[in-house]
């Protein structure tokens, strides 16, 4: 294949594979809840949506929290078929701003379209791929890459960016000072800076000004013991298909069976990074 370029953002991947299965933890944030949070959580339990504050929303929960410490024993991942990929389609997109409540953010009454789009925060993003050889060109969706070795954890000076033992990548915004070292560090441009106040936000993604955020794989389906993510569900009702989900680590996985059947790349393997994303077709 030849040499790949990128028509929006600039990643090159390289044709060597790993097995992202064969990772090792490094780290676990996720100590058992004590009891004051898990009786708020009962009590949300039983709340279909109510305005607990101004611009907070209080959602039903169905399933209930974990009970037990992340462990290492599995490693969170994605597998994106870029064949299945359509070009125009913002399913994914649309279905994550809505579960993590970026859809709630508002453009300020001073900013121009071209300024909020630049700085508004953002996910996932729908990039295209042309190879220069035959001219053929890729449609995928690029978020974080939730790495073995996350250069943004290495970069991080308090230690609010931190990687969980199953492998998700995410940010302690009570922690986070806002240095957007993380954000100059990821080779993958897959984190945003909140630059304005939260007018709204959802209470299971609290979000919050000064503070850099990224895809965090639906970590609170995770922790409350659901088996999707809101991009995998949006792909599949739209017809496509196109992201798989699951345990990289198990090989009765549906997303392991997905691995040994086709071929897939990392985007910068070069880095030796070992993502937990991996694209097929490209």
Known sequence: MGKTTEMKDHHEPTDRSADPGLSEATRSDSAPSDSGRRAFMGVAAGVTAAVVAPGVVLHSVTAAPRSEAVTGDVRWGLLIDTAKCVDGCS???????RENGLSLQSKPASASQEHWDDQKAVWIRKV??????????????????????????????????????????????????????CMMACPYKARSFIHEVMEEQLTRVPRGKGCVESCNLCVHRRDFGEDSTACVDACREAGHEAIVFGDLKDPESNIRKHL????SRQIREDLSLNTGVRYSGI
Do not use: W
């Open 91 to 97: 399913a994914c997109v649309d279905a994550c701003d």
């Open 260 to 263: 040994a059947e086709m071929a």
């Open 128 to 181: 295209k791929l042309q190879d220069n050889q035959t001219g053929r060109v890729t449609n995928l969706p690029l978020m974080c890459q939730h790495c073995e070795h996350p250069p943004c954890v290495d970069v991080c000076p308090t230690g609010a960016s931190f990687k969980r033992a199953d492998g998700i990548v995410m940010v302690d915004r009570h922690t986070c000072i806002g240095c957007r070292y």
